[in-house]
């Protein structure tokens, strides 16, 4: 009894699909289009989520601070003219003198919502260089909710 060592041949591959891979060009075109369609999302949602949210401010002198050369207490008005509750998260002011030459600058950030047509008064802290006679208040609301 002679045995033979029998040899096997490698089997070729069962005919199928190849798996489609997307390079270079196309690849790079398809990430540029999914990347402005996320920004494009983003932008609107953050948009409509702001609807309806404007707010008004002014600020009064209320004189120097006690022992200060240069702080000034402040008081902030801001009215929600808007149609939804919130509130700005910043109110900034630029502070002028009798001659309207811009002497200081101050800032007062919200905690509490307020109220469509409501007015909320909030204290603060500026700094000029000489005391102020009034100012002009530009308020930023990022909050989304």
């Known amino acids: ?17 190849r ?6 060009g196309t690849g790079l075109i398809v990430m540029v289009v999914a990347i402005l369609i996320f920004t494009a999302v983003a932008i609107t ?5 702001n609807q309806g ?5 002014t600020v009064s002198v209320l ?6 050369q240069n702080q000034v207490r402040l008081m902030f008005r801001v009215t929600n003219a808007g149609s939804r509750a919130g509130r700005p ?17 101050g800032a007062v950030s919200l905690k509490d919502p307020i109220q469509p047509g409501a ?7 500026g700094t000029a260089a000489e005391l102020p006679i009034n100012g002009t208040v530009h308020c930023r609301a990022l909050d989304p909710g």
Request: aromatic share 4%; hydrophobic share 30%; net charge neutral.
């Open 45 to 49: 949602i953050e948009l409509a989520s």
């Open 63 to 68: 004189g120097p601070v006690a022992g200060s």
């Open 89 to 105: 998260d910043k109110c900034e002011a630029v502070l002028f003198n009798v001659s309207g030459d811009r002497v200081g600058v």
């Open 19 to 24: 798996k489609r891979e997307i390079l270079g």
């Open 1 to 17: 009894m002679s045995s033979s060592p029998s040899t096997t041949q490698p089997q070729p591959p069962p005919p199928g699909r």
């Open 119 to 125: 007015t909320h008064d909030e204290p603060g802290i």
């Open 53 to 57: 949210k404007t707010f008004r401010a």
